[in-house]
T-cell receptor
Framework: SQQGEEDPQALSIQEGENATMNCSYKTSINNLQWYRQNSGRGLVHLIL?????REKHSGRLRVTLDTSKKSSSLLITASRAADTASYFCATDPTGGGNKLTFGTGTQLKVEL | DGGITQSPKYLFRKEGQNVTLSCEQNLNHDAMYWYRQDPGQGLRLIYY???????QKGDIAEGYSVSREKKESFPLTVTSAQKNPTAFYLC????????????FGDGTRLSIL
């Protein structure tokens, strides 16, 4: 079953701006992961945040997790045209054994 | 380079026909997964396998079958019982245990003739 819902469904920004996308989920989790998908390609893992972490950074990526609100956000700073892709959150439910549940994704377009 | 190879990239199925999608990995991962992706939607889990000769149904297993005879290989058969097979199919693998990101192939796009 689809657990994650992402917001917005689509986002269009100018190069150099920041992009923020949000993910909500329904049950308790071990961790939450963000993936990127270029058009017609497979998903690429970006970052994983554990349930006991509140914030994590990796390069231009910043992820936050609020387990009380069952939500997460992904911030991409100083966006580039090459960041154009779909971004998915995926939750690893407690007791789920790394059987991930993916959200519906946010389509990001970064224009020059 | 280590990775996951899916073939073919494009596949066409006739009515009443079974087709098999290939997935091979050389990452030495124990776990493998098959997902279906429809336009504008996220990924839905079809089948997964945590170890050779064992696999479990995911959320949408009806009309699909799998085998896991080798660690490296996890083929998916789309049977004639799957009435709406047109979709993008993604295979993934991971180590077992917690906090194990999944590695994906580049998918097979299946269409009906």
């Amino acid at each position: 079953s689809q657990q994650g819902e992402e917001d917005p469904q689509a986002l269009s920004i100018q190069e150099g701006e920041n992009a923020t996308m949000n993910c909500s989920y329904k049950t308790s989790i071990n961790n939450l992961q963000w993936y990127r998908q270029n058009s017609g390609r497979g998903l690429v893992h970006l970052i994983l945040i554990r349930s006991n972490e509140r914030e994590k950074h990796s390069g231009r990526l910043r992820v936050t997790l609020d387990t009380s609100k069952k939500s997460s956000s992904l911030l991409i700073t100083a966006s580039r045209a090459a960041d154009t892709a779909s971004y998915f959150c995926a939750t690893d439910p407690t007791g789920g054994g790394n059987k991930l549940t993916f959200g519906t994704g946010t389509q990001l377009k970064v224009e020059l | 380079d280590g990775g996951i190879t899916q073939s073919p990239k494009y596949l066409f199925r006739k009515e009443g026909q079974n087709v098999t999608l290939s997935c091979e990995q050389n990452l030495n991962h124990d776990a493998m997964y098959w997902y279906r992706q429809d336009p504008g939607q996220g990924l839905r889990l079809i089948y997964y396998s945590q170890i050779v000769n064992d696999f479990q149904k995911g959320d949408i297993a009806e009309g699909y079958s799998v085998s896991r005879e080798k660690k490296e290989s996890f083929p998916l058969t789309v049977t004639s019982a799957q009435k709406n097979p047109t979709a993008f199919y993604l295979c993934a693998s991971s180590r077992t245990g917690l906090e194990r990101p999944q590695h994906f192939g580049d998918g097979t796009r299946l269409s009906i003739l």
